[in-house]
């Protein structure tokens, strides 16, 4: 199954601080996921994006995050003042047949 | 009561040991069910779907029992790269939608 990327694999930042988490599709498909896991914690989901929009959100994913796929390829999540409590694994997915595939992660790290 | 409930372990088991990890889900409707498996700070990658009629991939064995919303996975013949997390996953709506982590039960399979 084609991979998928996501850059960076590591950001440290400060509280207060915008980051943007990159993930890259390596084929076009249409759905695709943003999970968060912190430390020692289960896989949590975030929000479900198809055909550009958002499709399902959690209540995790509160005003302080935005997604979008800005180029037709490239899929962003933005998290614009962060808290320490967003210190976190997060991965995207996107949708194969019956289930979904998982970046690499990138860890954000909020001091 | 937890969307998805595992014992965490951890299962330390020698190798060649028969392990098996069980895993339940709250909500009756669920739809689709897998087992991922998670290495330390890396993504989830899927070992393998979970049917009713039970499946079998190598020395992997899922089991589905709807009625009493209970899932199984079983490892024969234990390998030392088997050493991982083991996480209970549930799709709870169609295909497209979020997937619903367990904690995960984490197995050590030592010489």
């Known amino acids: 199954e084609p991979e998928v990327t996501q850059t960076p694999s590591h950001q440290v930042t400060q509280m207060g601080q915008e980051v943007i988490l990159r993930c890259v599709p390596i084929?076009?498909?249409?759905?695709f996921y943003w999970y968060r896991q912190i430390l020692g914690q289960k896989v949590e989901f975030l929000v479900s994006?198809?055909?550009?929009?958002?499709?399902?959100k959690s209540e995790i994913f509160d005003d302080q995050f935005s997604v979008e796929r800005p180029d037709g390829s490239n899929f962003t999540l933005k998290i614009r003042s962060t808290k320490l409590e967003d210190s976190a694994m997060y991965f995207c997915?996107?949708?194969?047949?019956?289930?979904?595939?998982f970046g690499p992660g990138t860890r954000l790290t909020v001091l | 009561r937890k969307e998805v409930e595992q014992d965490p372990g951890p299962f330390n088991v020698p190798e060649g040991a028969t392990v098996a990890f069980n895993c339940t889900y709250s909500?009756?409707?669920?739809?689709?069910f897998f087992w991922y498996r998670q290495d330390c700070r890396k993504e989830p990658k899927l070992l393998m779907s979970?049917?009713?009629s039970g499946n079998e991939d190598g020395r992997f064995t899922a089991q589905l029992n709807r009625a009493s919303q209970y899932i199984s996975l079983l490892i024969r013949d234990s390998k030392l790269s088997d050493s991982a997390t083991y996480l209970c996953?549930?799709?709870?709506?169609?295909?497209?939608?979020?997937?619903?982590f367990g904690t995960g039960t984490r197995l050590q399979v030592t010489l």
């Open positions: 997915a996107k949708k194969a047949v019956d289930t979904q595939y």
């Open positions: 084929s076009n498909h249409l759905y």
């Open positions: 994006f198809y055909n550009n929009e958002i499709s399902e």
């Open positions: 909500n009756s409707a669920s739809q689709s």
């Open positions: 979970v049917y009713s």
């Open positions: 996953v549930v799709n709870m709506a169609g295909t497209a939608s979020k997937l619903t």
